[in-house]
């Protein structure tokens, strides 16, 4: 065989196998066009499985009037699920252990239906509780009805440098009482706040637009800003304030006032 007729015979073989990996490729695109809309609509039906049912009107005023009910300081009953709505929903969440989302869906609407308000560490006196283990804030009257139930965020245990002094950010547990409030915001050395309640040296029940789900503050007690006038109102120098971490011990280094 000459070399002319060995080329010839190498370009022969070299386009046969070319067309066999060409019809071969063809066949692997024609099945992935095949597949391709199968797949979009498998997606599209397990994203629409996953989705949450959205709620009708009526359901969410029934969520909120639920609410109410149970003492959750809710908003406008009014089939609107609002800001204030939401926060009420987060300390519904906490109470019950549910993972605080804020989100109404058909199943947290049945365990509204099914749920009791929380009870409080004591009774017997008008008080407010800051239980650190729920992070939710409630009222207590003299008969033992717990009210106004909210979510706040406490101390987050991190130590944090203030005006040369390093400590750890810490709620403290205990017995105290109001001691001194202020107005609107106040630009303090951490940050401004917004109606602040002082119940022992600088640290304060007090409005803030962040109040995340678990404790993220320098030990004060954040809670939601539409509350945060109306809890002020409610709470006059002297008013008592029970911190406590869901135990029955709420001793503290430094208590301001002794159980009535």
């Known amino acids: 065989?000459?070399?002319l007729e060995l080329l010839l015979s190498l370009a022969v073989i070299g386009k046969r196998t070319t067309q066999q990996a060409l019809r071969?490729?063809?066949?692997?695109?024609?099945?992935?066009l095949l597949a391709w809309p199968?797949?979009?609509?498998?997606?599209?039906q397990s994203s629409r499985t996953r989705s949450p049912v959205r709620l009708k009107p009526?359901?969410?005023?029934?969520?909120e009037q639920r609410l109410s009910d149970l003492g959750y300081w809710t908003g406008p009953i009014d089939g609107r699920f609002d800001a204030s709505s939401r926060e009420a929903l987060i300390a519904f969440q906490k109470v019950e252990g549910r993972r605080p989302t804020g989100i109404l869906t058909l199943d947290v609407l049945e365990a509204l239906q099914n749920a009791s308000p929380p009870?409080?560490?004591?009774?017997?006196y008008a008080h407010v509780e800051?239980?650190?283990?729920?992070?939710?804030?409630?009222?207590?009257d003299a008969g033992g009805t717990v009210s106004h139930i909210l979510p706040v965020s406490s101390g987050s245990g991190r130590p944090f440098t203030s005006e040369g002094w390093t400590r750890d950010a810490v709620?403290?547990?205990?017995?105290?009482s109001i001691q001194r409030k202020l107005e609107g915001w106040r630009k303090g050395p951490l940050g401004p706040i917004f109606y602040p309640n002082y119940f022992?040296?600088?640290v304060a029940i007090h409005g803030l637009s962040s109040v995340p789900a678990t404790p993220a503050s320098h030990g004060c007690v954040r809670i939601p800003m539409f509350a945060s006038r109306e809890f002020s109102e409610m709470t006059p120098v002297g008013t008592r304030v029970i911190i406590h971490d869901g135990s029955t011990d709420t001793r503290s280094v430094a208590n301001t006032v002794g159980k009535p």
Not at 24 to 32: E, K, R
């Open 130 to 140: 800051v239980d650190l283990g729920l992070q939710v804030l409630f009222f207590v």
């Open 200 to 202: 022992l040296a600088g």
């Open 38 to 44: 199968a797949c979009i609509v498998c997606h599209a």
């Open 119 to 124: 009870r409080p560490l004591e009774s017997g």
């Open 24 to 32: 071969g490729a063809s066949v692997v695109l024609a099945a992935a």
């Open 171 to 176: 709620t403290p547990k205990g017995r105290f």
């Open 1 to 3: 065989m000459t070399a």
């Open 58 to 63: 009526p359901q969410i005023r029934e969520a």
